[in-house]
């Protein structure tokens, strides 16, 4: 593997307590959409590069482009 196969996205309060997370199948580089509704993340499960888009809470994963 390309050694990013662990990495996850997590969501925490203000306090950095309450730790939930938002990915299981690896998740990298998160940023807002424009809405600040969704998450964009990349992923590398299954050693390939994947863009998502994600509710807040983790919820309703959607795989928009495999990356080359």
Known sequence: GNGMEKLNLW???LSGKN???LS???GIFP???SNKKKIL???TFGNRETLWRMN??????EKLYPLP
Do not use: M, R
Not at 56 to 61: A, L, P, T
């Open 11 to 13: 969501s925490c309060d």
């Open 19 to 21: 730790l939930v997370p």
């Open 24 to 26: 299981q199948d690896g």
């Open 31 to 33: 940023s807002f959409d």
């Open 41 to 43: 993340f990349t992923s």
């Open 56 to 61: 807040y809470d983790g919820s309703e994963k």
